[in-house]
């Protein structure tokens, strides 16, 4: 079984979404960046391998919040909080990038996968 890592990144109250481009069933809507972990990769690593290729930035620490998210027969997607430690991240992956407060988030049209965390979501952007 495959496994997918979606990185949570906050700054002052937010937390960052990237906007699809493909596959076209998903273009246009709303995710938390990430992607595949590759063989011998832990999530963290993982997550500063995607997070560089799709946004320029740098993070560090993957700490898992919310439920497993099942994509498809052979594939389980995980969420897990990160730190920015450099960069400013630019949309080299995705059609364009937003900073979110909760109230914002819950007006996203978010892809359904990343629906499982808004609790853990709205939590962590309260606290």
């Keep these: 079984m495959g496994h997918v890592v979606a ?3 906050f700054r002052d109250g937010r937390v960052l979404l990237a906007q699809r481009t493909r596959p076209p069933e998903l273009a246009g809507r709303w995710e938390l960046p990430g992607g595949k972990i590759e063989p011998g990769e832990s999530a963290e690593q993982a ?15 993957a700490d898992r919040f919310g439920p497993p998210v099942q994509l498809g027969s052979d594939l389980v997607m995980c969420a897990y909080r990160v730190d920015l430690v450099s960069g400013e991240p630019r949309p080299l992956d995705h059609a364009a990038l937003r900073w979110v407060d909760a109230k914002e988030l819950e007006q996203m049209d978010l892809v359904e996968a990343d629906r499982a965390w808004l609790p853990a979501l709205r939590d962590m952007l309260a606290g």
């Design 7 to 9: 990185g949570a990144v």
């Design 47 to 61: 997550l500063a391998r995607e997070l560089r290729e799709e946004l320029g930035i740098e993070v560090r620490g």
